[in-house]
């Protein structure tokens, strides 16, 4: 079975710039979280999708991060514009479960931003 | 809010136990843990419900204390593949699986 995909891998960009992160789930998953994990840190949630609706975003800086989750599939986060301070790897993960019980997660392997 | 992992860090030779704790200090449905090597994901370990049970495959095992918010995972007769960090993760009761990650045990293991 694959896993959750990620991409890019690795992204560098300036201060003020934007970018986009795509993560496509493991087949069958109806849930979708984006994390944050910045260096010596555990991952925080950023958003978490139920097929296509979002079911938590309390933690997302809505000034300048987006996310959707199309068709309830594929999902992007989008940075704009980026501080030095979102420096971090951004995690995918999907679950099967509907809402309330304890699925274990599956993480992609995430991608590194570096702004300078 | 965070639930907080002691120790933070530990160093064990092939072989030797270890138990990491997990503490919240809220209400918790579930507790999660996972471990993460350097420069991977966090990969899923296993899952305690609240009800105090304990669950284990191999010689990694956890308990769950509902009443004291308390997890421990505890890692016996260590291998060197058991090295990276663990994390809890706690969901509370209407939290729609969301997930709350602690900051992390690092655990070393050397031959």
């Known amino acids: 079975e694959a896993g959750v995909a990620q991409s890019p891998r690795y992204k560098i960009i300036e201060k003020r710039q934007s970018v986009a992160f795509w993560c496509n789930p493991i087949?069958?998953?109806?849930?979708l979280y984006w994390y944050q994990q910045i260096l010596g840190q555990g991952p925080k949630l950023l958003i978490q999708?139920?097929?296509?609706?979002?079911?938590?975003d309390s933690q997302l800086p809505k000034d300048r991060f987006s996310a959707e989750r199309l068709k309830g599939v594929d999902s992007t986060l989008k940075i704009q514009p980026a501080k030095l301070e979102d420096s971090a790897v951004y995690l995918c993960a999907s679950s099967f479960g509907p809402k309330l019980l304890p699925y274990e997660q599956y993480f992609g392997p995430g991608t590194r931003l570096t702004v300078t | 809010q965070q639930p907080v992992q002691s120790p933070q860090a530990v160093i064990l030779r092939e072989g030797e136990d270890a138990v990491i704790n997990c503490s919240s200090s809220k209400a918790l449905y579930s507790v999660h843990w996972y471990r993460q090597k350097h420069g991977e994901a966090p990969v899923f370990l296993m899952i305690l419900l609240k009800g105090g049970e304990q669950k284990g495959h191999d010689k990694i095992s956890a308990s769950f204390n509902e009443k004291k918010q308390q997890s421990s995972l505890y890692l016996t007769a260590s291998q060197l593949s058991y090295s990276g960090t663990y994390f809890c993760?706690?969901?509370?009761?209407?939290?729609?699986?969301?997930?709350?990650f602690g900051q992390g045990t690092i655990l070393t293991v050397h031959p």
């Open positions: 993760a706690v969901a509370g009761g209407t939290s729609y699986g969301k997930l709350t």
């Open positions: 999708f139920q097929n296509n609706g979002v079911v938590d």
């Open positions: 087949s069958g998953h109806a849930t």
